[in-house]
């Protein structure tokens, strides 16, 4: 609740807040002290407070700005010296002679004398910890300026490379369905008018779903099994397809279509009409991962086409914008069968 109502709080109001609070915490204990150990409080004495503030703020606003942030050390360091042996030299003129302080039988004790010029060691010392401590805060501050705006920007990059890359994978979808659909209505099957209307949901899905961040692996495994069984009216008794969803998908989501694919690759480089083939499609769930095992007949007859890699690729580049270290894929192929082995981890996200 706090940390909401301060973040709502207007940028100048916020910084004004911290620095009132920073100077009440920073100055209660050396003034109560000092009020505690004297009968009086010379003018000096805030004058030295006043010294103290205006040397932290034009440090803060002026010097390390214009001098340590534009990489001028060696004249950051000049101009520190001056302005501490300056204010230290004013300071000199005001401040008089050290009140006397009492001992425990009331007695008044004087002041401890200094060699000539040695008063103004102990200002060039605070100065100097008030000019550290100035320094060190802006630069945290501009750093974590700098941090978020980095963030930012890769986010926004990121974002944009991701809309990019659903851009293109959802006409690059749309043609291979279309050619499955060409395909029946070549051999004037009757199976087509239903290839349309399961197309029609799949781009629905595609059109409407796809565009959210996130998406429930609910739905996502319901429209992988629309595509399969899209596919399965074109194969004959010879192909065979398995599909199964080991664990329980129910609560979980993830980002659209990393896994179609795959599943598209399997279809177009594993099934031939003219002899038996097969297609084994699995999905693992727990809590913590998805896996996707698909495996394949190779088909030495099948084409190749200079674009079949364009949705591989493009899948590729979201994964591993999506789940850039927690995310395995294992393609190779073994007695004529090709695998595509991919496992998500969830807690990677």
């Not at 006409?171 to 008018?193: A, E, Q």
């Not at 297609?279 to 086409?305: C, E, G, H, W, Y």
Request: net charge positive.
């Amino acid at each position: 609740m706090l940390d909401k109502t301060y973040n709502g709080l207007p940028f100048r109001l916020r910084f004004f807040t911290i620095h009132l609070v920073f100077w009440a915490l920073f100055l209660f204990l050396p003034v109560g002290d000092f009020m505690r150990m004297h009968d009086t409080v010379p003018i000096s004495f805030f004058i030295k407070i006043l010294f103290c503030i205006a040397i932290f703020y034009f440090n803060y606003f002026v010097v390390v700005p214009q001098l340590l942030l534009k990489n001028k050390p060696l004249l950051y360091a000049l101009a520190i010296v001056l302005l501490i042996g300056t204010f230290s030299y004013i300071f000199s003129k005001f401040e008089g002679p050290a009140p006397f302080r009492h001992n425990q039988q009331g007695i008044p004790k004087p002041p401890m004398q200094f060699k000539k010029g040695m008063h103004v060691f102990p200002n060039i010392i605070m100065f100097s910890l008030h000019i550290l401590l100035s320094s060190v805060l802006k630069m945290y501050v501009e750093w974590n300026a700098s941090y978020k705006k980095q963030k930012e920007t890769e986010t926004e990059q990121k974002t944009s490379e991701l809309n990019f890359l659903k851009a293109q994978l959802n006409p690059h979808f749309f043609f291979n369905s279309l050619n499955t659909i060409y395909s029946l209505s070549i051999k004037k099957s009757d199976t087509t008018p239903v290839a349309v209307l399961n197309l029609a949901d799949l781009m629905r899905y595609m059109l409407y779903e796809t565009n959210k961040e996130m998406v429930r692996l609910t739905d996502e495994l319901s429209y992988i099994e629309s595509y399969i069984e899209l596919q399965k009216l074109r194969l004959t008794e010879n192909n065979k397809v398995y599909y199964e969803v080991e664990g329980n998908p129910h609560g979980i989501s993830l980002p659209p279509l990393l896994f179609i694919c795959f599943i598209e690759n399997a279809f177009k480089h594993g099934v031939t009409t003219s002899r038996g083939s097969e297609i084994s499609i699995k999905f693992t769930i727990t809590n913590n991962q998805v896996r996707m095992l698909a495996v394949n007949d190779i088909n030495p007859q099948a084409t190749k086409d200079d674009k079949s890699g364009l949705g591989i690729d493009n899948t590729l580049r979201r994964i591993k914008l999506y789940y850039p270290e927690s995310y395995k894929l294992e393609t190779f192929s073994k007695n004529n069968k090709f695998y595509a082995d991919l496992a998500i981890d969830l807690n990677g996200n």
